[in-house]
Nanobody
Framework: QVQLVESGGGLVQAGGSLRLSCVAS????????VGWFRQGPGAEREFVAA????????AYGAPSKGRFTISRDNAKNTAYLQMNSLKPEDTGVYYC???????????????????WGQGTQVTVSA
């Protein structure tokens, strides 16, 4: 498994932007699919975006489409989530997750992921 560390969260006004980073260590990050999830207060963990090991397959959750962009730089062992036009309902803890992309899994299901970061808080004020 890889170890994942997120950063880049913070407090931003509605309409603003944030870029989250997820740095991996411990295994070959380039063989891992990466996903971003978020969890608001009292809510279940929600799928945000995912990308295959090569970047060739990308998926977004409904609230993310058109506003968020997932990307990765395997040479830097880092994945990113660019978030634009943020809304108060985007508030929550954002988690980076990964699994070895050697077989088919549902990229939108948290249970598909073997490695998780500690999360980074994103707060969007109205």
């Amino acid at each position: 498994q890889v170890q994942l560390v997120e950063s880049g969260g913070g407090l931003v006004q509605a309409g603003g932007s944030l870029r989250l980073s997820c740095v991996a260590s411990g295994r070959t990050f380039g063989e891992y699919a990466v996903g971003w999830f978020r969890q608001g207060p009292g809510a279940e963990r929600e799928f945000v975006a995912a990308m295959s090991w090569s970047g060739g397959v990308i998926a977004y959750g409904a609230p993310s489409k058109g506003r968020f962009t997932i990307s990765r730089d395997n040479a830097k062992n880092t994945a990113y989530l660019q978030m634009n036009s943020l809304k108060p309902e985007d508030t929550g803890v954002y988690y980076c997750a990964g699994y070895h992309d050697s077989d088919y899994r549902d990229r939108q299901a948290p249970s598909s992921y073997d490695s998780w970061g500690q999360g980074t808080q994103v707060t969007v004020s109205a």
